[in-house]
């Protein structure tokens, strides 16, 4: 699956920035995900954008809506390593003819914007107080659409509360979110 979905051109990438990029077996499954996914795609934390790019080698007829926020002063300083150098943001997919970066904080995004966004990838702020903001507003905009949610690092972790913050929906949606074996994914259909 990975050599048929993972393009080869990621090498180059990943090489680079390997320390933050999300695991090639991880982007494989969301490009399978995404096969079968109608509309475009909304990733919250681009970073140096080899998801992104990823997405956009794939998908050429899907627009992948690309956010990230470098001089996010606000973001807690356990996560500070993670910001990328604000001039090379998003730099491996900004010139991709289908990739829209948009250099902002994901919690004030305008999700009117989205209108045909069929599938969100959240991987930005890692804090309780960040991962409910995105998913909040990610719940709303599928509340009158159907789609996917797909977050990144959900495991039992101090700081990084994908998973806390899931575990704490599991009264208002019971088996509502899945988790993929052998990576950090959880997922959400709508
Ligand atoms: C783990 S990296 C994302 C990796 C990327 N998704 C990938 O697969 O290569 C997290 C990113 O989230 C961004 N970020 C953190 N808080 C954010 C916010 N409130 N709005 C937008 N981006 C944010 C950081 O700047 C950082 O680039």
């Not at 699956?1 to 982007?27: C, F, G, N």
């Not at 491996?92 to 004030?108: G, W, Y």
């Not at 659409?145 to 599991?170: M, T």
Request: glycine share 4%.
């Amino acid at each position: 699956m990975i050599s048929e979905w993972y393009h080869p051109d990621a090498l180059k990438w990943s090489v680079r920035y390997p320390a933050y990029q999300t695991k090639p077996w991880e982007v494989a499954w969301m490009l399978w995900k995404l096969s079968s996914t109608v509309g475009d795609v909304l990733e919250i934390g681009a970073h140096y954008g080899e998801t992104t790019r990823e997405f956009a080698l794939a998908f050429p007829s899907k627009t992948i809506y690309a956010v990230d926020c470098p001089d996010n002063a606000a973001l807690a300083d356990r996560q500070h390593h993670e910001l990328p150098v604000a001039s090379r943001v998003c730099e491996a997919a900004r010139e991709l003819p289908n990739v829209r970066f948009l250099a902002q904080n994901s919690r004030s995004l305008d999700y009117s914007q989205f209108g045909n966004v069929g599938f969100i990838f959240i991987d930005g702020d890692h804090s309780y107080a960040g991962v409910s903001a995105d998913s909040e507003n990610a719940f709303t905009h599928f509340a009158s659409r159907h789609g996917v949610i797909a977050w990144h690092d959900c495991f039992p972790h101090d700081y990084i509360a994908v998973h806390a913050y899931l575990s704490s929906l599991s009264q208002r949606w019971p088996d509502r979110f899945k988790t993929i074996i052998g990576t950090s994914l959880a997922i959400a259909e709508f």
